[in-house]
């Protein structure tokens, strides 16, 4: 039920804000750079880039990290404008789940 899904993704959200070494990520030129936690050895999951405005600009992509833990995603195929990052990924047994707003210029 949409109840249950709702809760665990805010139980999600939750662990990612009480990590001492949270996810962040910053636009590097035409890549945005993922820095996955240091301490997690096996990262999996997903990046959403959802554009509101118009869901055919949505992408999607499986998490793959480097040996430094973090992922490099090209912007050269993505419009400018707004943005929602979701970060749905899963390290050892616990789930995760971070968002924010992001302005491609």
Known sequence: PQEVRYQEKIEKMNR??????PL???????QMVFYFPKDMKVVTGSILFYRPDNEKQDRR????????N???LS???FRKGRYRVE????AGE???FDSAELILQ
């Open 16 to 21: 990612s804000r009480a990590r001492v070494q």
């Open 24 to 30: 962040h990520w910053q636009q590097e030129g035409e």
């Open 61 to 68: 992509t499986a998490i793959q990290v480097s040996d430094q």
């Open 70 to 72: 973090l992922q490099q």
């Open 75 to 77: 912007l050269r195929d």
């Open 87 to 90: 970060v749905d990924w899963q």
């Open 94 to 96: 616990n789930s995760y």
